[in-house]
């Protein structure tokens, strides 16, 4: 079983920045895919960054050019740079590793989630 393991999450004031940080208990490279998603209170889970094993990125329109995903494969650890944060970035940040194959189509894993507020 993959763990995944958030930090960096708080309260920051509109404008901030925050970097969150998703370890994952095995090595990254094992993984197709990772990615950060986010859910605010009374929203569906929506994706906000993704980077594939081969070190493509990709965002929401609503991040680009403020949040940046990256990873350190030697702390088998991905990365998400929060600069000029709004209010409606407001949400719980959930790490995803996103593993499956033919032989195993369930081996999508989520972290617990951090929380991030931004006052405004």
């Known amino acids: 079983q993959v763990q995944l393991v958030e930090s960096g999450g708080g309260l920051v004031q509109a404008g901030g920045s925050l970097r969150l940080s998703c370890a994952a208990s095995r090595t990254i490279f094992s993984f197709n895919a990772m990615g950060w998603y986010r859910q605010a209170p009374g929203k569906q889970r929506e994706l906000v960054a993704t980077?594939?094993?081969?070190?493509?990125?990709s965002y929401a329109d609503s991040v680009k050019d403020r949040f940046t995903i990256s990873r350190d494969n030697a702390k088998n650890t991905v990365y998400l740079q929060m600069n000029s944060l709004k209010p409606e970035d407001t949400a719980v940040y959930y790490c995803?590793?996103?593993?499956?194959?033919?032989?195993?189509?369930?081996?999508?894993?989520w972290g617990q989630g951090t929380q991030v507020t931004v006052s405004s």
């Open positions: 995803n590793a996103d593993a499956r194959s033919r032989y195993a189509p369930g081996a999508n894993y």
């Open positions: 980077i594939t094993k081969g070190g493509s990125t």
